[in-house]
């Protein structure tokens, strides 16, 4: 006997669970869309991490370059400042260089005497003597004063040194005062040798005797009057 149920279209095709497998496909399709959507999302901010992680790199970088430029800078500046100062103390010296005398000058207008002497001469024996006439670091006044006048002074009468010879000086205390009263001025030393002494500046030195003194000073010694000083034509 037959029913007045009726069936469904897909009941009549003989497939009763199409429905359900259409919904599981659908449902499947969307869990796809949805992990390739997560999946866009990672991948993006990974993209972002690893552009973050470049800028900060980068940003790092040019803050190194910037160091190492200012470094480099600062030490060129330095080494102008070095060299600079270099220059300064080297024109200085070169100035305190060609300041400083190089030589002294010995004259008697009396007895016509002018020399000039280098202080490479030092130290610098005056006396008189025919056989000492051609030394170059002795004056012989033998050459400039007739016989019998020259008999006052010693073949060997006195030593001129530059700078003072403190091995053979007595006592330092002259040299000490004279260096508290000059900066610049050399300091010369005499030592007298000749039997019948003579005169530094007025003061008389007998033999054995020493003298600190600066120039222009003044020796007296037998008849002759000589002027020393570091320029010429002084007397």
Do not use: W
């Amino acid at each position: 006997t037959l029913t007045n149920n009726t069936l469904s279209d897909n009941e009549i095709d003989g497939d009763p669970f199409s429905d359900e497998i259409t919904f599981l496909k659908s449902t499947k399709k969307n869990i796809k869309n949805i992990s390739d959507d997560v999946k866009s999302n990672n991948d993006t901010d990974d993209d972002i991490e690893i552009l973050q992680k470049k800028k900060s790199k980068k940003k790092k970088k040019k803050s190194d370059n910037n160091k190492i430029k200012n470094n480099t800078k600062e030490k060129k500046n330095n080494d102008d400042v070095d060299e600079v100062t270099s220059n300064i103390d080297s024109s200085q010296d070169t100035t305190q260089n060609d300041d400083k005398p190089t030589k002294f000058y010995i004259s008697d207008k009396e007895h016509n005497i002018e020399i000039e002497v280098p202080f490479e001469d030092f130290p610098y024996l005056i006396g008189r003597s025919n056989s000492i006439s051609n030394t170059q670091n002795i004056l012989n006044l033998a050459d400039y004063v007739n016989q019998l006048e020259i008999r006052k002074v010693s073949h060997s009468h006195c030593r001129l040194h530059y700078p003072p010879d403190e091995d053979i000086l007595p006592s330092t205390d002259e040299l000490d005062e004279a260096r508290t009263k000059v900066s610049n001025d050399p300091i010369f030393h005499l030592h007298c040798i000749g039997r019948n002494g003579m005169f530094l500046n007025g003061s008389i030195i007998l033999k054995g005797g020493h003298g600190i003194f600066t120039m222009p000073s003044t020796l007296k010694i037998g008849p002759c009057t000589l002027n020393l000083s570091l320029t010429p034509n002084h007397s």
